[in-house]
């Protein structure tokens, strides 16, 4: 079975191809190809939703067609065209959601939606050093950090996850507070590589409440506090700044991932989401947990951010799993807000 997934939730476009063999084994990619928004939006400081969208609709076409020529497949090849459903943009999302369902009707081939945080979980499974249930996971996309318990696929709960800002945010809001560049997070990170980690003791919000759950809008006041004290010496003081700011936010994300693991008495940990990318947090991740005898698994870097085929494997693991029927229905709504956990069997 091959599964075509469109991803389009807010700023990438992204469309991959993945195959089943039926015999139970992991789906293995095809092909995929993904469009950044990154410097269209660059200008305005950050996504402007209404040019997201009509992004979208240039790329998705183009897109497929690549990703159809790269697997030298035919349209007709495609068993199931499965799309990002929600959370995200409501526009940027309609966007894969309508080309998905059309495409369907088309070749007359069944239609899934998927939740795009569910993309990014099982997003490691898409690596050569795939996981095994169960684990604990560690979700840091965009505006959402989150740890969860996983037992396979559909068998997840919330173990904490954030109150205001998430992790990303953080990132993005402090590097904007610091004049870098939209996206700020991978700015950030790469300039704090040359400062003092140490400079500034910047908070570490609830990181001994005792729970699992996250808050960095507190850290991003700081950042703002740090940097007007600093005045004119900002731009000589930047990396410091930059460092003190991703250490904090790369603390709190290990210590309360480390409790989740003590918490469920599980050796095994996934990273997954932008975030998940950040050197400072994957080297301290790693080392904590070899100390503690526990695996931990990550997506490839170039699957990091939004992609196809997150989608595409998401929707191929539920199918395997029987938690999914293949039906042609082409009518489609999108869900800008749903929480990860209602896809749990039997909530």
């Known amino acids: 079975m091959r599964i075509l997934g469109i991803e389009s ?8 191809l993945v195959e089943s063999d039926g015999s139970g084994a992991l789906p293995r990619l095809l092909a995929h190809a993904l469009h950044s928004q990154i410097s269209m939006h660059q200008a305005y400081g950050g996504v402007v939703p209404e040019l997201a969208s009509r992004d979208h609709i240039r790329r998705v076409l183009p897109l497929t067609q690549a990703v159809l020529a790269e697997a030298k497949l035919a349209r007709e090849a495609i068993d199931v065209v499965a799309f990002t459903r929600g959370p995200g943009l409501a526009g ?27 993309g990014h979980l099982l997003s490691p499974f898409l690596s050569a050093d795939a996981p095994e249930f169960p684990f604990v996971a560690l979700l840091v996309s965009g505006g959402h950090t989150q740890l969860m318990r996983v037992e396979g696929v559909g068998r997840y709960e919330l173990l904490g996850e954030t109150i205001d800002d998430a992790a990303g945010e953080a990132f993005d809001k402090s590097a904007k507070l610091m004049g870098l560049p939209y996206p700020g997070g991978p700015w950030l990170a790469q300039l704090a590589e040359g400062g003092d980690a140490q400079a500034f003791r910047l908070p570490r919000p609830l990181l001994h409440s005792g729970d699992l759950d996250f808050s960095f809008a507190g850290l991003k006041t700081a950042v703002l506090t740090q940097a007007k004290k600093l005045g004119d010496e900002l731009e000589a003081r930047k990396a410091d700044l930059a ?10 994300l290990l210590r309360k991932s480390l409790s989740a693991l003590d918490g469920t008495g599980l050796k095994r940990l996934v990273v997954a989401g932008g975030v998940g990318a950040n050197r ?48 042609p229905r082409y009518a489609f709504d999108v869900r800008p807000r749903w929480p990860l956990d209602a896809l749990a069997v039997g909530a």
């Open 280 to 327: 400072q947090l994957r080297a301290q991740l790693d080392a904590a947990c070899a100390r503690r005898g526990v695996r931990v698994h990550y997506p490839e870097l170039h699957l990091c951010t939004d992609n196809g085929a997150m989608i595409a494997m998401a929707a191929a693991m539920r199918l395997q799993a029987g938690l999914e029927a293949a039906q």
């Open 9 to 16: 939730s807010c700023d990438e476009t992204g469309v991959a």
């Open 243 to 252: 460092a003190s700011t991703q250490a904090a936010i790369v603390e709190v």
């Open 92 to 118: 940027a999302l309609l966007v894969g959601a309508g080309v998905a369902c059309a495409l369907g009707a088309a070749l007359g081939k069944p239609v899934l939606g998927v939740h795009h945080l569910e």
